[in-house]
Protein backbone atom coordinates (compact mmCIF):
# COMPACT_ATOMS: atom_id res chain seq x y z
CA UNK A 1 0.00 0.00 0.00
CA UNK A 2 0.81 3.71 -0.71
CA UNK A 3 1.27 4.37 3.34
CA UNK A 4 0.44 7.65 5.09
CA UNK A 5 3.75 8.89 6.40
CA UNK A 6 5.10 5.50 8.33
CA UNK A 7 8.56 4.38 8.35
CA UNK A 8 9.54 1.27 8.24
CA UNK A 9 11.79 0.22 11.69
CA UNK A 10 13.72 -2.61 12.14
CA UNK A 11 12.08 -5.16 13.90
CA UNK A 12 14.31 -8.18 15.87
CA UNK A 13 13.36 -11.02 13.94
CA UNK A 14 12.69 -14.13 16.37
CA UNK A 15 11.57 -17.70 16.29
CA UNK A 16 7.90 -17.88 17.13
CA UNK A 17 6.95 -20.09 19.72
CA UNK A 18 3.55 -20.69 18.19
CA UNK A 19 2.70 -23.97 17.16
CA UNK A 20 -0.78 -24.30 14.86
CA UNK A 21 -2.03 -27.05 17.36
CA UNK A 22 -2.31 -24.29 19.99
CA UNK A 23 -1.93 -20.79 21.40
CA UNK A 24 0.02 -20.97 24.90
CA UNK A 25 -0.49 -18.48 27.56
CA UNK A 26 1.42 -15.74 27.72
CA UNK A 27 5.01 -15.90 29.45
CA UNK A 28 4.54 -12.79 31.93
CA UNK A 29 6.09 -13.20 35.12
CA UNK A 30 2.93 -10.85 36.42
CA UNK A 31 -0.48 -12.57 35.98
CA UNK A 32 -3.72 -10.36 34.92
CA UNK A 33 -5.97 -9.61 37.63
CA UNK A 34 -9.59 -10.15 36.86
CA UNK A 35 -10.94 -9.80 40.99
CA UNK A 36 -9.83 -5.97 41.95
CA UNK A 37 -11.60 -3.20 41.37
CA UNK A 38 -9.86 -1.55 37.97
CA UNK A 39 -9.17 1.66 40.31
CA UNK A 40 -7.21 0.11 42.75
CA UNK A 41 -5.93 -2.09 40.47
CA UNK A 42 -4.16 0.88 38.51
CA UNK A 43 -3.50 2.61 41.61
CA UNK A 44 -1.42 0.02 44.10
CA UNK A 45 0.92 -1.44 41.21
CA UNK A 46 2.89 -3.64 43.00
CA UNK A 47 6.76 -4.91 41.91
CA UNK A 48 5.32 -7.38 39.62
CA UNK A 49 4.17 -4.75 37.24
CA UNK A 50 6.95 -2.76 37.65
CA UNK A 51 8.31 -2.96 34.64
CA UNK A 52 5.43 -2.77 32.85
CA UNK A 53 4.51 0.17 34.62
CA UNK A 54 7.94 1.92 33.26
CA UNK A 55 6.65 1.69 29.95
CA UNK A 56 3.04 2.52 30.48
CA UNK A 57 2.60 4.66 33.36
CA UNK A 58 -0.54 5.80 34.76
CA UNK A 59 0.28 6.85 37.99
CA UNK A 60 1.44 10.19 37.20
CA UNK A 61 -1.51 12.18 36.47
CA UNK A 62 -0.10 15.33 35.39
CA UNK A 63 1.94 14.02 32.72
CA UNK A 64 -0.77 11.69 31.48
CA UNK A 65 -3.41 13.95 30.98
CA UNK A 66 -1.15 17.26 30.06
CA UNK A 67 -2.96 17.80 27.10
CA UNK A 68 -6.02 18.15 28.18
CA UNK A 69 -7.44 21.17 29.41
CA UNK A 70 -9.48 21.45 32.82
CA UNK A 71 -13.53 21.86 31.10
CA UNK A 72 -12.55 18.89 28.64
CA UNK A 73 -11.50 16.45 31.78
CA UNK A 74 -14.74 17.83 33.95
CA UNK A 75 -16.79 17.65 30.89
CA UNK A 76 -15.36 13.44 30.41
CA UNK A 77 -15.79 13.01 34.02
CA UNK A 78 -19.38 14.12 34.13
CA UNK A 79 -20.44 11.87 30.56
CA UNK A 80 -18.87 9.29 31.77
CA UNK A 81 -20.16 8.98 35.44
CA UNK A 82 -23.61 9.38 33.67
CA UNK A 83 -23.01 6.99 31.04
CA UNK A 84 -21.67 4.95 33.99
CA UNK A 85 -25.24 4.46 36.04
CA UNK A 86 -27.09 1.54 35.89
CA UNK A 87 -30.34 2.94 35.12
CA UNK A 88 -28.81 4.89 31.63
CA UNK A 89 -28.68 1.68 29.14
CA UNK A 90 -31.96 0.96 30.65
CA UNK A 91 -33.89 4.18 30.06
CA UNK A 92 -32.02 4.71 27.00
CA UNK A 93 -33.26 0.93 25.10
CA UNK A 94 -36.90 2.13 27.11
CA UNK A 95 -36.77 5.56 25.30
CA UNK A 96 -35.24 4.49 22.09
CA UNK A 97 -37.65 1.73 21.62
CA UNK A 98 -39.19 1.57 17.91
CA UNK A 99 -42.68 2.04 18.58
CA UNK A 100 -41.86 4.94 20.86
CA UNK A 101 -39.84 6.36 18.23
CA UNK A 102 -42.17 7.04 15.81
CA UNK A 103 -44.24 9.67 17.69
CA UNK A 104 -42.58 12.76 15.98
CA UNK A 105 -42.67 14.97 19.01
CA UNK A 106 -41.42 12.28 21.30
CA UNK A 107 -38.68 11.88 18.66
CA UNK A 108 -37.69 15.20 18.06
CA UNK A 109 -37.20 15.65 21.85
CA UNK A 110 -35.06 12.33 22.58
CA UNK A 111 -32.68 12.66 19.98
CA UNK A 112 -32.20 16.53 20.88
CA UNK A 113 -31.42 15.08 24.40
CA UNK A 114 -29.02 12.17 23.06
CA UNK A 115 -27.17 14.89 20.55
CA UNK A 116 -26.43 17.39 23.39
CA UNK A 117 -25.35 14.33 25.88
CA UNK A 118 -23.89 11.66 25.23
CA UNK A 119 -23.33 11.63 21.52
CA UNK A 120 -21.45 15.01 21.81
CA UNK A 121 -19.09 13.37 24.37
CA UNK A 122 -19.19 9.71 22.45
CA UNK A 123 -18.73 10.94 18.47
CA UNK A 124 -16.75 13.25 16.45
CA UNK A 125 -19.80 14.68 14.89
CA UNK A 126 -22.32 14.61 12.08
CA UNK A 127 -20.13 15.01 9.34
CA UNK A 128 -16.37 14.60 7.50
CA UNK A 129 -15.66 18.80 8.22
CA UNK A 130 -16.97 18.09 12.00
CA UNK A 131 -14.97 14.75 12.04
CA UNK A 132 -11.67 16.66 11.13
CA UNK A 133 -11.47 19.16 14.07
CA UNK A 134 -11.37 15.54 16.23
CA UNK A 135 -8.92 14.12 14.20
CA UNK A 136 -7.04 16.92 13.84
CA UNK A 137 -7.13 17.97 18.04
CA UNK A 138 -6.18 14.57 18.35
CA UNK A 139 -2.89 14.52 16.20
CA UNK A 140 -1.90 17.48 18.52
CA UNK A 141 -1.97 14.93 21.29
CA UNK A 142 -0.11 12.61 19.30
CA UNK A 143 -2.77 10.23 18.64
CA UNK A 144 -3.84 8.49 15.45
CA UNK A 145 -7.76 8.24 13.90
CA UNK A 146 -9.92 5.08 12.81
CA UNK A 147 -12.85 7.02 11.50
CA UNK A 148 -16.04 4.76 11.15
CA UNK A 149 -18.92 6.19 9.60
CA UNK A 150 -22.01 4.75 11.77
CA UNK A 151 -23.23 2.41 9.63
CA UNK A 152 -24.90 -0.46 11.08
CA UNK A 153 -26.60 -2.81 8.81
CA UNK A 154 -28.64 -2.32 5.37
CA UNK A 155 -31.73 -4.98 4.58
CA UNK A 156 -30.98 -4.23 0.12
CA UNK A 157 -29.04 -3.28 -2.20
CA UNK A 158 -29.90 0.50 -2.75
CA UNK A 159 -29.13 1.00 0.89
CA UNK A 160 -25.89 -1.20 0.53
CA UNK A 161 -24.74 1.14 -2.48
CA UNK A 162 -25.80 4.20 -0.53
CA UNK A 163 -23.35 3.05 2.50
CA UNK A 164 -20.70 1.80 -0.12
CA UNK A 165 -20.44 5.57 -1.61
CA UNK A 166 -20.07 6.74 1.89
CA UNK A 167 -16.84 4.37 2.78
CA UNK A 168 -15.77 5.47 -0.77
CA UNK A 169 -16.16 9.24 -0.09
CA UNK A 170 -14.47 8.70 3.29
CA UNK A 171 -11.90 7.42 1.63
CA UNK A 172 -11.31 10.24 -1.03
CA UNK A 173 -11.23 12.69 1.61
CA UNK A 174 -8.51 10.95 3.43
CA UNK A 175 -6.52 11.46 0.37
CA UNK A 176 -7.25 14.76 -0.54
CA UNK A 177 -5.95 15.36 3.89
CA UNK A 178 -2.71 13.86 4.31
CA UNK A 179 -1.45 15.36 6.52
CA UNK A 180 -4.06 14.26 8.87
CA UNK A 181 -2.83 10.71 10.46
CA UNK A 182 -5.69 8.50 9.80
CA UNK A 183 -4.77 5.11 10.41
CA UNK A 184 -7.77 3.52 8.97
CA UNK A 185 -11.21 3.31 7.77
CA UNK A 186 -13.68 0.70 10.00
CA UNK A 187 -15.58 -0.99 7.35
CA UNK A 188 -18.76 -2.90 9.07
CA UNK A 189 -19.61 -5.96 5.96
CA UNK A 190 -23.13 -5.46 7.60
CA UNK A 191 -23.42 -1.90 5.84
CA UNK A 192 -22.82 -3.27 2.60
CA UNK A 193 -24.25 -6.60 2.10
CA UNK A 194 -27.78 -7.50 3.90
CA UNK A 195 -27.34 -9.82 6.87
CA UNK A 196 -30.02 -12.41 5.44
CA UNK A 197 -27.06 -12.90 2.86
CA UNK A 198 -24.16 -13.08 5.27
CA UNK A 199 -26.24 -15.99 7.20
CA UNK A 200 -27.12 -17.61 3.74
CA UNK A 201 -23.62 -17.63 3.32
CA UNK A 202 -22.73 -18.76 6.25
CA UNK A 203 -24.63 -21.72 6.65
CA UNK A 204 -23.19 -23.03 3.35
CA UNK A 205 -19.87 -22.12 4.06
CA UNK A 206 -20.32 -24.42 7.51
CA UNK A 207 -22.36 -27.33 5.64
CA UNK A 208 -19.34 -27.08 3.07
CA UNK A 209 -16.59 -27.47 5.90
CA UNK A 210 -18.35 -30.28 7.50
CA UNK A 211 -19.03 -32.40 4.01
CA UNK A 212 -16.21 -32.04 1.92
CA UNK A 213 -18.38 -33.49 -1.12
CA UNK A 214 -20.63 -30.61 -0.84
CA UNK A 215 -19.87 -28.09 -3.86
CA UNK A 216 -20.06 -24.10 -3.32
CA UNK A 217 -20.05 -22.86 -7.57
CA UNK A 218 -19.58 -19.41 -6.33
CA UNK A 219 -16.82 -19.66 -3.76
CA UNK A 220 -13.58 -17.48 -4.34
CA UNK A 221 -10.36 -18.65 -3.27
CA UNK A 222 -10.09 -17.42 1.06
CA UNK A 223 -8.23 -18.57 3.78
CA UNK A 224 -9.19 -20.91 6.71
CA UNK A 225 -12.75 -19.80 8.12
CA UNK A 226 -13.60 -22.52 11.10
CA UNK A 227 -11.88 -25.14 13.99
CA UNK A 228 -13.30 -28.13 14.85
CA UNK A 229 -14.36 -25.60 18.12
CA UNK A 230 -16.51 -23.44 15.69
CA UNK A 231 -20.43 -22.97 16.21
CA UNK A 232 -21.66 -25.01 13.69
CA UNK A 233 -25.45 -25.45 16.01
CA UNK A 234 -26.70 -22.55 13.50
CA UNK A 235 -26.98 -24.74 10.43
CA UNK A 236 -28.68 -27.90 11.84
CA UNK A 237 -29.57 -29.18 8.32
CA UNK A 238 -28.75 -29.24 4.90
CA UNK A 239 -29.09 -25.24 3.62
CA UNK A 240 -30.91 -24.92 -0.15
CA UNK A 241 -28.17 -23.71 -2.49
CA UNK A 242 -28.42 -19.70 -3.05
CA UNK A 243 -30.45 -18.87 -5.76
CA UNK A 244 -29.78 -16.86 -8.88
CA UNK A 245 -31.06 -13.93 -6.90
CA UNK A 246 -29.34 -14.42 -4.13
CA UNK A 247 -25.72 -15.13 -5.83
CA UNK A 248 -26.37 -12.09 -7.42
CA UNK A 249 -26.72 -10.44 -3.93
CA UNK A 250 -23.59 -11.79 -3.12
CA UNK A 251 -21.77 -11.07 -5.92
CA UNK A 252 -23.14 -7.42 -5.76
CA UNK A 253 -21.42 -6.95 -2.18
CA UNK A 254 -18.45 -8.50 -3.05
CA UNK A 255 -17.85 -6.31 -5.32
CA UNK A 256 -18.58 -3.30 -3.25
CA UNK A 257 -15.68 -4.45 -0.62
CA UNK A 258 -12.91 -5.18 -3.79
CA UNK A 259 -14.03 -1.17 -4.83
CA UNK A 260 -13.90 0.14 -1.05
CA UNK A 261 -9.99 -1.77 -0.83
CA UNK A 262 -9.06 -0.94 -4.26
CA UNK A 263 -9.69 3.04 -2.74
CA UNK A 264 -8.25 2.13 0.33
CA UNK A 265 -5.10 0.94 -1.57
CA UNK A 266 -4.83 4.37 -3.55
CA UNK A 267 -5.21 6.11 -0.52
CA UNK A 268 -2.50 4.44 1.80
CA UNK A 269 -5.24 3.77 4.85
CA UNK A 270 -6.09 -0.12 5.10
CA UNK A 271 -9.48 -1.40 5.99
CA UNK A 272 -10.66 -2.61 9.74
CA UNK A 273 -13.14 -5.13 9.31
CA UNK A 274 -15.56 -5.27 11.91
CA UNK A 275 -16.81 -8.52 13.49
CA UNK A 276 -20.15 -9.42 14.29
CA UNK A 277 -22.37 -12.21 15.97
CA UNK A 278 -21.32 -16.24 14.94
CA UNK A 279 -24.42 -16.63 13.09
CA UNK A 280 -23.01 -14.29 10.48
CA UNK A 281 -19.17 -14.21 11.13
CA UNK A 282 -17.99 -16.83 8.59
CA UNK A 283 -19.61 -15.05 5.72
CA UNK A 284 -17.83 -11.61 6.92
CA UNK A 285 -14.35 -13.12 7.44
CA UNK A 286 -14.90 -15.32 4.34
CA UNK A 287 -15.70 -11.89 2.29
CA UNK A 288 -12.77 -9.71 4.40
CA UNK A 289 -10.06 -13.43 3.81
CA UNK A 290 -11.51 -13.05 -0.50
CA UNK A 291 -11.06 -9.63 -1.00
CA UNK A 292 -7.62 -9.61 0.70
CA UNK A 293 -6.33 -12.33 -1.79
CA UNK A 294 -8.13 -10.44 -4.84
CA UNK A 295 -6.35 -6.94 -4.03
CA UNK A 296 -3.54 -7.91 -2.95
CA UNK A 297 -0.59 -7.52 -6.01
CA UNK A 298 2.59 -9.69 -5.47
CA UNK A 299 5.30 -8.54 -3.09
CA UNK A 300 3.41 -6.24 -1.50
CA UNK A 301 4.40 -5.92 2.06
CA UNK A 302 1.59 -4.09 3.98
CA UNK A 303 -1.63 -5.70 4.38
CA UNK A 304 -4.86 -3.90 2.58
CA UNK A 305 -7.01 -5.47 5.44
CA UNK A 306 -6.96 -6.12 8.88
CA UNK A 307 -9.88 -8.70 9.92
CA UNK A 308 -11.23 -9.00 13.86
CA UNK A 309 -10.96 -11.80 16.01
CA UNK A 310 -13.07 -12.05 19.21
CA UNK A 311 -10.65 -13.63 21.59
CA UNK A 312 -14.60 -14.25 24.27
CA UNK A 313 -15.07 -17.16 20.87
CA UNK A 314 -13.59 -20.57 22.25
CA UNK A 315 -12.80 -21.30 18.63
CA UNK A 316 -10.52 -17.80 18.24
CA UNK A 317 -6.89 -19.17 18.74
CA UNK A 318 -7.27 -21.37 16.37
CA UNK A 319 -8.99 -19.98 13.81
CA UNK A 320 -6.36 -17.30 14.61
CA UNK A 321 -3.92 -18.92 14.33
CA UNK A 322 -5.16 -20.77 10.88
CA UNK A 323 -5.87 -18.01 9.17
CA UNK A 324 -2.44 -16.22 9.71
CA UNK A 325 -0.65 -19.75 8.39
CA UNK A 326 -3.38 -19.62 5.69
CA UNK A 327 -2.13 -16.15 4.36
CA UNK A 328 1.84 -16.96 5.06
CA UNK A 329 1.03 -19.71 2.23
CA UNK A 330 -0.39 -17.79 0.16
CA UNK A 331 2.40 -14.88 0.64
CA UNK A 332 -0.62 -12.39 1.77
CA UNK A 333 0.43 -10.05 4.28
CA UNK A 334 -3.31 -10.22 6.60
CA UNK A 335 -3.70 -7.60 9.74
CA UNK A 336 -5.66 -8.76 12.57
CA UNK A 337 -7.73 -6.63 15.45
CA UNK A 338 -7.63 -8.74 18.43
CA UNK A 339 -11.11 -7.42 20.36
CA UNK A 340 -12.61 -9.81 23.51
CA UNK A 341 -16.41 -9.18 21.55
CA UNK A 342 -19.14 -7.06 22.01
CA UNK A 343 -21.87 -9.67 21.85
CA UNK A 344 -22.13 -12.23 24.99
CA UNK A 345 -25.40 -11.51 25.89
CA UNK A 346 -26.96 -12.74 22.46
CA UNK A 347 -24.92 -15.30 21.98
CA UNK A 348 -25.26 -16.99 24.89
CA UNK A 349 -28.96 -16.56 25.16
CA UNK A 350 -29.22 -18.20 21.61
CA UNK A 351 -26.88 -20.90 22.54
CA UNK A 352 -29.05 -21.41 26.07
CA UNK A 353 -32.02 -21.70 24.07
CA UNK A 354 -31.01 -24.34 21.20
CA UNK A 355 -29.43 -26.65 24.55
CA UNK A 356 -26.08 -26.22 23.65
CA UNK A 357 -22.88 -25.10 24.31
CA UNK A 358 -22.26 -21.38 24.75
CA UNK A 359 -19.74 -20.56 22.03
CA UNK A 360 -18.50 -17.86 24.61
CA UNK A 361 -15.32 -19.21 27.47
CA UNK A 362 -17.42 -19.88 29.88
CA UNK A 363 -15.56 -17.15 32.37
CA UNK A 364 -14.52 -13.85 31.94
CA UNK A 365 -10.69 -15.26 33.43
CA UNK A 366 -10.88 -17.38 30.10
CA UNK A 367 -11.44 -14.49 27.81
CA UNK A 368 -8.71 -12.36 29.00
CA UNK A 369 -6.51 -15.14 28.85
CA UNK A 370 -7.06 -15.81 25.73
CA UNK A 371 -7.14 -12.35 24.35
CA UNK A 372 -3.34 -11.93 26.08
CA UNK A 373 -2.29 -15.34 24.33
CA UNK A 374 -3.65 -14.32 21.02
CA UNK A 375 -2.13 -10.76 21.57
CA UNK A 376 1.45 -12.69 22.60
CA UNK A 377 1.12 -15.15 19.29
CA UNK A 378 0.44 -12.07 16.59
CA UNK A 379 3.18 -10.19 18.87
CA UNK A 380 5.40 -12.73 18.44
CA UNK A 381 4.15 -12.91 14.62
CA UNK A 382 5.33 -9.38 14.07
CA UNK A 383 8.65 -9.96 16.26
CA UNK A 384 9.40 -12.93 13.52
CA UNK A 385 9.48 -10.89 10.35
CA UNK A 386 7.61 -9.02 7.89
CA UNK A 387 4.38 -10.51 7.75
CA UNK A 388 2.78 -9.41 11.12
CA UNK A 389 0.47 -6.60 11.82
CA UNK A 390 -1.71 -6.45 14.92
CA UNK A 391 -4.20 -3.71 16.20
CA UNK A 392 -4.75 -4.24 19.86
CA UNK A 393 -7.97 -2.99 20.26
CA UNK A 394 -8.78 -3.17 24.17
CA UNK A 395 -9.64 -0.76 27.28
CA UNK A 396 -7.85 -2.98 29.75
CA UNK A 397 -5.32 -2.10 31.71
CA UNK A 398 -4.00 -5.18 31.89
CA UNK A 399 -4.29 -6.34 29.02
CA UNK A 400 -2.98 -2.85 27.73
CA UNK A 401 0.89 -3.14 29.73
CA UNK A 402 0.89 -7.18 29.34
CA UNK A 403 0.87 -6.35 25.12
CA UNK A 404 3.49 -3.25 26.13
CA UNK A 405 5.68 -5.36 27.77
CA UNK A 406 5.81 -8.32 25.41
CA UNK A 407 6.67 -6.16 22.50
CA UNK A 408 10.07 -4.49 24.16
CA UNK A 409 10.83 -7.39 25.45
CA UNK A 410 10.74 -8.67 21.49
CA UNK A 411 12.71 -6.30 20.57
CA UNK A 412 9.64 -4.26 18.56
CA UNK A 413 10.12 -0.69 17.83
CA UNK A 414 7.50 0.99 19.93
CA UNK A 415 6.08 3.34 17.21
CA UNK A 416 6.32 0.37 14.39
CA UNK A 417 2.94 0.75 12.50
CA UNK A 418 2.63 -3.10 12.65
CA UNK A 419 1.45 -2.38 16.40
CA UNK A 420 -1.25 -0.94 16.96
CA UNK A 421 -2.83 0.07 20.23
CA UNK A 422 -6.68 1.26 19.59
CA UNK A 423 -9.66 2.51 21.96
CA UNK A 424 -12.98 3.66 20.98
CA UNK A 425 -13.41 7.51 21.21
CA UNK A 426 -13.78 9.64 24.52
CA UNK A 427 -13.18 5.81 26.39
CA UNK A 428 -10.19 4.59 28.47
CA UNK A 429 -8.45 7.72 28.20
CA UNK A 430 -6.01 7.13 30.57
CA UNK A 431 -5.19 3.61 28.65
CA UNK A 432 -4.96 5.45 25.21
CA UNK A 433 -2.41 8.69 26.47
CA UNK A 434 -0.43 6.04 29.33
CA UNK A 435 0.28 3.86 25.98
CA UNK A 436 0.95 7.19 23.75
CA UNK A 437 3.24 8.62 26.57
CA UNK A 438 5.07 5.05 26.65
CA UNK A 439 6.09 5.83 22.66
CA UNK A 440 3.39 3.32 21.42
CA UNK A 441 1.42 3.77 17.99
CA UNK A 442 -2.27 4.81 19.56
CA UNK A 443 -5.32 5.28 17.08
CA UNK A 444 -8.91 6.56 18.38
CA UNK A 445 -12.13 4.70 16.78
CA UNK A 446 -13.96 7.59 15.95
CA UNK A 447 -17.54 7.02 15.37
CA UNK A 448 -18.89 9.91 13.01
CA UNK A 449 -22.65 10.95 11.12
CA UNK A 450 -26.00 12.02 12.01
CA UNK A 451 -27.16 11.34 15.59
CA UNK A 452 -29.99 8.74 14.15
CA UNK A 453 -27.52 6.34 12.65
CA UNK A 454 -25.16 6.49 15.64
CA UNK A 455 -27.81 5.74 18.31
CA UNK A 456 -26.94 1.72 18.18
CA UNK A 457 -23.32 2.55 18.95
CA UNK A 458 -24.32 4.84 21.65
CA UNK A 459 -26.28 2.08 23.63
CA UNK A 460 -23.55 -0.10 23.23
CA UNK A 461 -21.31 2.49 25.03
CA UNK A 462 -24.09 3.01 27.64
CA UNK A 463 -23.84 -1.32 28.10
CA UNK A 464 -20.45 -1.33 28.42
CA UNK A 465 -19.80 1.29 30.98
CA UNK A 466 -21.89 -0.07 33.48
CA UNK A 467 -20.60 -1.45 36.68
CA UNK A 468 -17.88 -1.37 38.83
CA UNK A 469 -15.26 -2.85 36.78
CA UNK A 470 -15.72 -0.78 33.55
CA UNK A 471 -12.73 1.07 32.68
CA UNK A 472 -14.81 4.64 33.01
CA UNK A 473 -14.02 3.70 36.75
CA UNK A 474 -10.45 4.12 36.08
CA UNK A 475 -10.78 7.17 33.66
CA UNK A 476 -13.23 8.92 36.48
CA UNK A 477 -10.85 8.34 39.43
CA UNK A 478 -7.52 9.36 37.00
CA UNK A 479 -9.15 12.42 35.84
CA UNK A 480 -10.94 13.61 39.15
CA UNK A 481 -7.27 13.21 40.99
CA UNK A 482 -5.66 15.42 38.00
CA UNK A 483 -8.32 18.23 38.45
CA UNK A 484 -8.15 18.16 41.84
CA UNK A 485 -4.40 18.34 41.80
CA UNK A 486 -4.68 21.13 39.08
CA UNK A 487 -7.02 23.19 41.52
CA UNK A 488 -4.25 22.65 44.73
CA UNK A 489 -1.75 23.68 42.12
CA UNK A 490 0.88 21.28 43.05
C1 LIG B 1 -11.16 -0.02 18.89
C2 LIG B 1 -12.19 -1.07 19.23
C3 LIG B 1 -12.81 -1.78 18.21
C4 LIG B 1 -13.76 -2.78 18.52
N1 LIG B 1 -14.32 -3.51 17.51
C5 LIG B 1 -15.14 -4.55 17.82
C6 LIG B 1 -15.64 -5.42 16.81
O1 LIG B 1 -15.35 -5.26 15.62
N2 LIG B 1 -16.45 -6.45 17.18
C7 LIG B 1 -16.78 -6.68 18.50
O2 LIG B 1 -17.49 -7.66 18.79
N3 LIG B 1 -16.32 -5.87 19.47
C8 LIG B 1 -15.52 -4.82 19.18
N4 LIG B 1 -15.05 -4.01 20.17
C9 LIG B 1 -15.59 -4.13 21.54
C10 LIG B 1 -14.81 -5.13 22.36
O3 LIG B 1 -15.05 -6.39 21.80
C11 LIG B 1 -15.22 -5.21 23.82
O4 LIG B 1 -16.58 -5.37 23.96
C12 LIG B 1 -14.87 -4.02 24.65
O5 LIG B 1 -13.78 -3.32 24.17
C13 LIG B 1 -14.56 -4.50 26.07
O6 LIG B 1 -13.43 -5.38 26.09
P1 LIG B 1 -12.00 -4.96 26.62
O7 LIG B 1 -10.94 -5.65 25.86
O8 LIG B 1 -11.91 -3.51 26.64
O9 LIG B 1 -11.89 -5.62 28.07
P2 LIG B 1 -12.74 -5.66 29.39
O10 LIG B 1 -13.64 -4.47 29.50
O11 LIG B 1 -11.82 -5.95 30.50
O12 LIG B 1 -13.59 -6.99 29.20
C14 LIG B 1 -14.96 -7.03 29.00
C15 LIG B 1 -15.21 -8.11 27.97
O13 LIG B 1 -14.88 -9.41 28.51
C16 LIG B 1 -15.79 -10.37 27.99
N5 LIG B 1 -16.49 -10.98 29.13
C17 LIG B 1 -17.07 -10.33 30.14
N6 LIG B 1 -17.65 -11.22 31.02
C18 LIG B 1 -17.42 -12.45 30.51
C19 LIG B 1 -17.75 -13.77 30.93
N7 LIG B 1 -18.45 -14.00 32.05
N8 LIG B 1 -17.36 -14.80 30.18
C20 LIG B 1 -16.64 -14.59 29.06
N9 LIG B 1 -16.28 -13.37 28.60
C21 LIG B 1 -16.66 -12.31 29.32
C22 LIG B 1 -16.74 -9.62 27.06
O14 LIG B 1 -16.23 -9.72 25.77
C23 LIG B 1 -16.68 -8.19 27.55
O15 LIG B 1 -16.97 -7.24 26.54
C24 LIG B 1 -14.10 -3.04 19.88
C25 LIG B 1 -13.45 -2.32 20.90
C26 LIG B 1 -12.50 -1.37 20.60
C27 LIG B 1 -11.81 -0.67 21.72
Redesign the pocket.
Known amino acids: MAGRSVSREPIRTIRSSISSAAVPPLSFPGRPRHDVPIAAAAADDDDDDASACAIIDLRDTKRLFSSIPTPRLVKSIVALRLAGMNWTADFGAWALNPRKMQDPLWRKMVLTATEHTFYHHFCAGKDLSAAAETVERLRRDGLYS?LDYGLESAGDNASCDDNSSEFLKTLDWIQGNPSLPVSFLVVKVTAICPPKILKRVSDLLRWEHKNTAFHLPWKLRTFPLFSHQSPFYHTPTKPRPLDRAEENDLTLAYRRLVRICKRSRESGVPLLI???DTSIQPAIDYLAYSAAIENTPKGEEKPVVYN?I?A?LKDSPERLVAAKRGADEMGIPLGF?L??????SSENRLAAELGVDSP?????E???SC?NSCAAFLLEEVARGASGFV?L????VD?GKLAARKASELGIEKSSERVQF???YS??EALSYGLKNGGFRV?K?IPFGPVEQIIPYLLRRAE?NRGL???SVLDRHLMSKEVLRRIAGT
Do not use: C, F, P, W
Request: hydrophobic share 35%; aromatic share 10%; charged share 15%.
Open positions: MDAETQYKVRGAYMIHDSVNTHYVATHNSAQLMASYELSS
